[in-house]
């Protein structure tokens, strides 16, 4: 890799930007890592028209080319992984073991991405008239637009992007504001590869700024067909709102509220397991982790005494994000400590009691967004905690009774991104995952992304799918052919 870049990438060149300077802050200690001076509407606006450019390029690029062209994606970020790890850690205050998991995790949406290009075919159905053919023809979409968060600020740029050049599409990529010096890395990886295979330069680019001028320019432009944004559900409806007009497809992985359903079969000690990977992966900061503990009443008490030796280990593991043996680092901003605050407060205040954690974490010579890994039990539905969507290192627990009182307790949100279900019986595990509102389900695994699958949520947790060769048909659309044959 390159020294840091701090221009956008447009047209296949780096150039500087020309509006409001943005500063990019390492979380964990407040340093400046970066300044980038932002895009204005009329820089947005040449990637838009780049974008559209490139499209006829890619239309007519090989399959080969283009599974070849994703393929060295994948392994330009293997080779570079070191080096990404580093920056996504000290831009997102990510622990670097969860960085390397990233990095690889990226890399896969691109090799998933090829091997769904190869065997992807149009159809021939069977017609019922004797002179007729029918021809379903697969094509590219054309310009894409996406825009990704600070969570996963690689990884969300692969699910996105694989689908789209193996499909035969360009996009332009506006990553999150606290996190793009990630994303212009890897637009150094696509400038080398593509060079290398002869793919087109400005099939992608990358442009950072103000999220409602950037935005806007990208959605309004003409030649813009599709978008796909990983955000909050608020925001996700104001760009719905944006490309309603001329009917762009969107794709929209919105907010989440997971519940983690723990029924009284369940083997505990698995289930605490699950809950670890599910809730404290990047500090709670993640859109699918357990966000309601949902806990049968019998093994309540058990599940959490469990769940409380682990936290309490966990917890020794607070510190330097860029240490081996740091499991949590600091929170993304103040906004974000100050909402994990402001659930405990309020959940204390309506009756739940505080097990462990509750507080800040003082780590000497770093930033004060540290914040233990919590439990509350005694929860309710009324809770902030339980009705909002936490994302930050805290369990709020509550208790069921049936299996009926379990499932209308996990829909009652109006989210649906993902839910868990702990059980050992297996007639048990396929009701309630019929049953369950959402999207995604981990079926006694608290890990359940993978780039194979097809990724997304329903209700207020957003429209479409991505991953998997679902993620890959999102990016087509679909040419029907009658075709009539003389008679010999």
């Given at each position: 890799?390159?020294?840091l870049?701090?221009?956008?990438?447009v047209a296949?060149?780096?150039?500087?930007g020309?509006?409001?300077?943005l500063?990019?802050v390492?979380?964990?200690?407040?340093a400046?890592?970066?300044t980038?001076?932002?895009?204005?509407?009329?820089?947005?606006?040449?990637a838009?028209?780049?974008?559209?450019?490139?499209?006829?390029?890619m239309?007519?690029l090989?399959?080969?080319?283009?599974v070849?062209?994703?393929?060295?994606?994948?392994a330009?970020?293997?080779?570079n992984?070191?080096q990404?790890?580093?920056l996504?850690?000290?831009?997102?205050?990510k622990?670097i073991v969860?960085?390397?998991g990233?990095?690889?995790y990226?890399?896969?949406?691109?090799?998933?991405?090829?091997?769904?290009a190869e065997?992807?075919?149009?159809?021939?159905?069977?017609?019922?008239?004797?002179?007729?053919?029918?021809l379903?023809?697969?094509?590219?979409?054309?310009?894409?637009?996406?825009?990704?968060?600070?969570n996963?600020p690689l990884?969300?740029?692969?699910?996105?992007?694989?689908p789209?050049?193996?499909?035969?599409?360009?996009?332009?990529?506006?990553?999150?504001?606290?996190?793009?010096?990630?994303?212009l890395?890897?637009?150094?990886i696509?400038?080398?590869?593509?060079?290398e295979?002869?793919?087109?330069?400005a099939?992608?680019?990358?442009?950072i700024?103000?999220?409602?001028?950037?935005?806007?320019?990208?959605?309004?432009?003409p030649?813009?067909?599709?978008?796909?944004?990983?955000?909050?559900t608020?925001v996700?409806r104001i760009?719905?709102?944006?490309?309603?007009?001329?009917l762009?497809?969107?794709?929209?992985?919105?907010?989440g509220?997971?519940?983690?359903?723990?029924?009284?079969?369940?083997?505990?000690?698995?289930?605490?397991?699950?809950?670890?990977?599910?809730?404290?992966?990047?500090m709670?900061?993640?859109c699918?982790?357990?966000?309601?503990?949902?806990?049968?009443?019998?093994?309540?008490?058990?599940?959490?005494?469990r769940l409380?030796?682990?936290?309490?280990a966990?917890?020794?593991?607070i510190?330097d994000?860029?240490?081996?043996?740091?499991?949590?680092?600091?929170?993304?901003?103040?906004?974000a400590?100050?909402?994990?605050?402001a659930h405990v407060?309020?959940?204390?205040?309506?009756?739940?009691r505080?097990?462990?954690?509750?507080?800040?974490r003082?780590?000497?010579?770093?930033?004060?967004?540290?914040?233990?890994?919590?439990?509350?039990?005694h929860t309710?539905?009324?809770?902030?905690?339980?009705?909002?969507?936490t994302?930050?290192?805290v369990?709020?627990?509550?208790?069921?009774?049936?299996?009926?009182e379990?499932?209308?307790?996990?829909?009652a949100?109006?989210?649906?991104?993902?839910?868990y279900?702990?059980?050992?019986?297996?007639?048990?595990?396929l009701?309630?995952?019929?049953?369950?509102?959402?999207?995604?389900i981990?079926?006694?695994?608290?890990?359940?992304?993978?780039?194979e699958?097809?990724?997304?949520?329903?209700?207020?947790?957003?429209?479409?799918?991505e991953g998997?060769?679902?993620?890959?048909d999102?990016?087509?659309d679909?040419?029907?052919?009658?075709?009539r044959?003389?008679?010999?």
């Amino acid at each position: 890799m390159h020294e840091l870049e701090t221009r956008h990438y447009v047209a296949g060149e780096f150039v500087a930007g020309d509006a409001t300077p943005l500063v990019v802050v390492n979380p964990a200690t407040d340093a400046p890592l970066a300044t980038i001076v932002g895009a204005s509407a009329a820089l947005a606006t040449r990637a838009a028209e780049a974008n559209a450019a490139a499209t006829r390029e890619m239309r007519v690029l090989s399959t080969l080319k283009r599974v070849e062209l994703v393929r060295r994606l994948a392994a330009g970020i293997r080779s570079n992984g070191v080096q990404l790890a580093a920056l996504l850690t000290s831009e997102s205050g990510k622990p670097i073991v969860e960085s390397r998991g990233e990095v690889e995790y990226a890399a896969s949406f691109f090799e998933n991405a090829a091997a769904a290009a190869e065997v992807a075919a149009g159809e021939l159905p069977a017609s019922r008239v004797a002179d007729r053919r029918v021809l379903v023809l697969r094509e590219p979409i054309g310009a894409t637009v996406a825009i990704t968060p600070w969570n996963f600020p690689l990884a969300m740029i692969a699910r996105k992007l694989a689908p789209a050049l193996a499909a035969g599409c360009s996009q332009v990529v506006k990553p999150a504001e606290e996190t793009p010096l990630t994303a212009l890395a890897f637009a150094r990886i696509y400038e080398q590869v593509a060079r290398e295979t002869g793919a087109p330069m400005a099939a992608f680019s990358v442009v950072i700024g103000d999220p409602p001028t950037v935005a806007g320019a990208l959605i309004s432009h003409p030649s813009t067909r599709k978008l796909s944004f990983t955000g909050s559900t608020e925001v996700g409806r104001i760009l719905a709102a944006q490309c309603a007009p001329r009917l762009i497809k969107t794709a929209l992985e919105l907010g989440g509220n997971a519940p983690f359903i723990v029924f009284a079969d369940a083997d505990l000690d698995r289930a605490v397991e699950q809950a670890m990977l599910s809730k404290f992966r990047f500090m709670g900061q993640t859109c699918i982790c357990a966000n309601r503990f949902l806990l049968a009443a019998s093994i309540a008490d058990e599940f959490l005494a469990r769940l409380e030796a682990r936290v309490r280990a966990l917890a020794t593991a607070i510190g330097d994000p860029t240490l081996e043996s740091t499991r949590m680092g600091p929170l993304i901003n103040d906004a974000a400590l100050a909402k994990v605050e402001a659930h405990v407060a309020d959940a204390i205040a309506r009756g739940a009691r505080l097990r462990v954690g509750g507080k800040r974490r003082e780590v000497a010579g770093f930033s004060r967004r540290f914040y233990e890994p919590t439990i509350l039990s005694h929860t309710d539905p009324s809770m902030l905690c339980a009705c909002e969507e936490t994302f930050g290192p805290v369990v709020a627990a509550m208790t069921f009774h049936s299996e009926a009182e379990a499932i209308v307790l996990a829909n009652a949100v109006p989210y649906g991104l993902a839910g868990y279900v702990m059980t050992q019986d297996a007639d048990r595990l396929l009701r309630v995952v019929e049953s369950l509102d959402f999207g995604v389900i981990g079926a006694n695994d608290g890990a359940p992304s993978t780039a194979e699958a097809p990724f997304g949520g329903r209700k207020d947790s957003g429209l479409g799918k991505e991953g998997g060769t679902h993620g890959l048909d999102a990016y087509t659309d679909l040419k029907y052919v009658s075709l009539r044959v003389r008679p010999q």
